[in-house]
Each structure stands twice: as C-alpha cells, then as structure tokens.
C-alpha cells in the first residue's frame, strides 16, 4: 500500500485544521477542548467520514485505486464530511462548533448574521459582541452563511458520491467529478469575490504586511486558502471533461464505423 494511501493529504490537512482551535489560544482549557471533541457537530461528520469509508469497502465493488486516484478520492471524502459539512458549513454557516466557530468569525465577520444567531448553541454566543463592531452589516449579509448551507447540503452529497464513483470505478465518476467540482469552483468565487470587491472589509486583512500569528492564522492561511479550491477543481474538472470528451469520441467513432 502506498504512503499517500495510508496518509491521505487531505485527511492530514483536515486533522491539522481541527487541531489548532483546540491548542491556538493559550487560555483554551481541556474542559473547552472536550466540549469541542465532544460536540455532535464533530464527531457526527467523523462518523460519517467512517461510515462511507466502509460502504465504499463493504458495498459495491471496490476497485484497487492507484495512488494518483486515491488522492482524488480522499480529496472528495474529506472535502464532503470534514471541509464542507464540519467546518464551513457546522462551524461557520451555523456557528455550532465549540472553539472552532469564534475563529471562523476571526476569519469572516459576514458568519455573523443576526437571523442565524437563534441557532447558534455553543460558543458564539459569548464571543459574537467582539465582532459586532467590526460586522457593519451582520443584520444584511447572509451570503456567508447561505454558502455554507449550500456547502451541507449540495456540495458534501457530490463530494461523497464522486468518492464512492471512484473506488467503484462507477461509470458516473466523471460526470460527477465535473459536478462537484463547478460547485467548488463557483462556491468558492461566491463567497471570496465579494470579501475581494468589497475590499476585505468583513475579514481579518493583513493590510500592512505585518504578518502577526493572528494575520498569518486568520488571514493568509484561512482566507487564502480558498485558492485551493480554484486550482485544484479547475484542474480535476478539466481531466474529467477531457475524459468524458474522450469517451463521447470513441463512441460516436465506434457508431460510424
């Protein structure tokens, strides 16, 4: 079995995510800690995460991936149930993740919208007044929170059944690959092209280059890694159309002859 089988690249990246709520604040207590590792908004998309690992494995018939594909298939496992339903969507959209919501309000003041706040449980209720300030219009702009229900409830479905096309070698995977990745794509231009139009005025912009632990956290790692998911969609969207152009060809070939 091959390194990047064993240790998938996105389920690195998504584990070192959840870490650093748990140990980034230096007055974060192990009850804080418990309280977020224990909070069915986690553990149930960690569940999922198994749960489908084990229909992809159990269910069908699964497929010997190579290491390039395997790649791709954890991109969309851990996409759908960790990046899109977890985080963006429990942690943002609904700001129910213990620890881990106040910092998606560090990142994104637009998650504060004053609709949503009735269902917000956890902790962004005691942290929400240290960023009212900075929201001018948590009352008017919900187009934060509306992405990430989009992200719940469209983007982890695609994500989760591309993944299982793949280690079934389904003959939907590319069609699928290209549907999740145009959601990708253009949830990603939804929700940054406004932060970058309305001149970074809800996020935590690092105008001056001072490149402080909360700018280096907040802003150019948390804000900018959503050019992840316009390169790395554009590029699996273009092989998938490629492929499917591929196969069209040879069978509108195969028919003529």
């Not at 504060?112 to 005691?126: D, M």
């Not at 187009?143 to 793949?166: D, R």
């Not at 549907?179 to 001149?199: E, W, Y």
């Not at 040879?250 to 028919?255: A, D, P, V």
């Amino acid at each position: 079995m091959g390194l990047l089988k064993v240790f998938d690249p996105m389920g690195v990246f998504c584990a070192l995510c959840l870490l650093v709520p748990l140990f980034y604040d230096a007055d974060t207590t192990n009850a804080d800690r418990i309280e977020m590792i224990t909070c069915p908004y986690v553990f149930g998309p960690v569940l999922l995460t198994i749960a489908v690992y084990v229909i992809s494995h159990v269910c069908g018939k699964r497929v010997t991936l190579s290491d390039k594909d395997s790649v791709k298939a954890g991109w969309y496992l851990f996409n759908g149930t960790i990046i899109m339903m977890l985080m963006d969507g429990f942690a943002g959209g609904l700001q129910a993740v213990p620890l881990l919501s106040p910092q998606y309000l560090k990142v994104d003041a637009r998650y504060v919208c004053l609709f949503f706040l009735p269902l917000t449980p956890c902790t962004t209720r005691k942290h929400r007044h240290l960023f009212f300030k900075k929201n001018r219009y948590a009352d008017k702009d919900s187009s934060a929170v509306m992405i990430a229900y989009i992200e719940i409830f469209m983007q982890t479905p695609a994500c989760l059944i591309t993944y299982l096309c793949y280690c079934w070698n389904h003959p939907l995977k590319y069609p699928m690959e290209i549907v999740t990745c145009t959601l990708h794509f253009m949830g990603t231009v939804a929700f940054a092209g406004p932060v970058i139009l309305s001149d970074f005025e809800h996020v935590y912009v690092d105008r001056n280059f001072e490149f402080t632990p909360d700018h280096l956290v907040f802003f150019w790692f948390a804000f900018g890694i959503n050019t992840m998911w316009i390169i790395v969609p554009f590029l699996l969207g273009k092989h998938a159309v490629k492929e499917c152009a591929g196969y069209v060809r040879r069978e509108m070939t195969s028919k003529r002859n």
